[in-house]
């Protein structure tokens, strides 16, 4: 009774140490998101419409400038995100100020993406015969080049493009939000023990639903992905 050795070995056997999981992304993976962020938002930050444009823009401008509702649902979460960045760069008017921050939330999008096909690339070879003993520099070559071109070729996509560079909706900035939600699940999907990513990828939702509610009907897609990753 008196040896804590012993109680502690008594305590390591009634609850074993969990697993200790190696990282899924690995440092190619991360290296294709930056490099894709970083020539989508050169490239959008050249490209930002200089003043005020179309639409919502007026509108949403001045919500941003005072930290106030735009038109009904009111997104909250976006107007709290530009008013950051109309404080936080210190030239420029308010609708460029505000289209810097689109851009840059779509080139996060671009560079997210990126990470995910690139570590979705390699887990996808390890499945195939031919391809399964690929390992080294090819395989990262690889890696890097499928998630530079997928983040690459969604960044210069007409639509996505054209919307991150003004300020007439907010469609986009669900993007990123998105993509952090398929991450938050296929990092739970790697690794089904730990909870808290699974918890994380449901509050992502529900940012996402603050930002466009249109984002509700991937709710049964998102109940799909957590029964595949756990049935109860």
Request: hydrophobic share 55%; charged share 15%; net charge neutral.
């Amino acid at each position: 009774v008196s040896d804590p050795e012993g109680r502690k070995g008594a305590r390591s056997l009634a609850s074993p140490a969990p697993l200790r999981v190696p990282p899924l992304f690995r440092r190619i993976d991360w290296l294709a998101m930056l490099l894709t962020f970083a020539v989508v938002f050169v490239t959008y930050y050249l490209t930002v419409a200089p003043e005020l444009t179309l639409e919502d823009c007026g509108e949403l401008v001045t919500g941003s400038f005072y930290a106030g509702i735009p038109h009904p649902p009111g997104y909250p979460f976006w107007t709290i995100y530009s008013w950051l960045w109309t404080q936080l760069l210190p030239f420029g008017n308010m609708a460029w100020r505000v289209g810097v921050a689109e851009a840059f939330a779509g080139a996060v999008a671009c560079g997210l993406l990126a990470l995910m096909v690139s570590r979705g690339s390699s887990l996808f070879m390890e499945g195939l015969e031919d391809l399964k003993n690929l390992t080294g520099k090819w395989e990262g070559a690889i890696c890097l080049v499928c998630g530079f071109v997928a983040g690459a070729l969604l960044g210069v996509d007409g639509f996505m493009w054209k919307e991150s560079v003004v300020v007439n909706r907010i469609a986009v900035f669900s993007v990123p939000w998105m993509i952090v939600l398929l991450l938050c699940l296929l990092r739970w999907i790697y690794a089904p023990h730990q909870m808290r990513y699974a918890y994380t990828a449901a509050f992502i939702f529900g940012i996402c639903m603050t930002i466009h509610q249109s984002l509700i009907v991937a709710a049964i897609a998102f109940e799909v992905a957590l029964a595949a990753g756990n049935e109860k």
